[in-house]
């Protein structure tokens, strides 16, 4: 069955990174697009970062350049580089097959002094 394994969550400092790993199995990783979404306490979960099976990259405006959306097919396993994290980057993060159709459990990200 499909599995996805999100890590990397943690509680950081306004200004630091983070770096969170999806590892996937139970499909064709290589030709499957693969997203990052995130979810904020009472907000709607929206797309951070999409990458597809050509390496087309895509963005939420409020992230660009600041996180970077990776994948190494030999390890089935997507990444999102997360640089100069805000508060408002506080959340639950999740990683998905394609646009929803199967998620992880989240991993929780947490930017605050």
């Known amino acids: 069955q499909v599995q996805l394994v999100e890590s990397g969550g943690g509680s950081v400092q306004p200004g630091g990174s983070l770096r969170l790993s999806c590892a996937a199995s139970?499909?064709?990783?290589?030709?499957?697009?693969m997203t990052w979404y995130r979810q904020a306490p009472g907000r709607e979960r929206e797309l951070v970062a999409s990458i597809t099976s050509d390496l087309t990259i895509r963005y939420a405006d409020d992230v660009k350049g600041r996180f970077f959306i990776s994948k190494d097919n030999a390890k089935s396993t997507v990444y999102l580089q997360m640089n100069s994290l805000k508060p408002e980057d506080t959340a639950v993060y999740y990683c998905?097959?394609?646009?929803?159709?199967?998620w992880g459990q989240g991993t929780q990200v947490t930017v605050s002094s």
């Open positions: 998905s097959r394609g646009h929803g159709l199967q």
């Open positions: 139970g499909f064709n990783f290589r030709i499957d697009d």
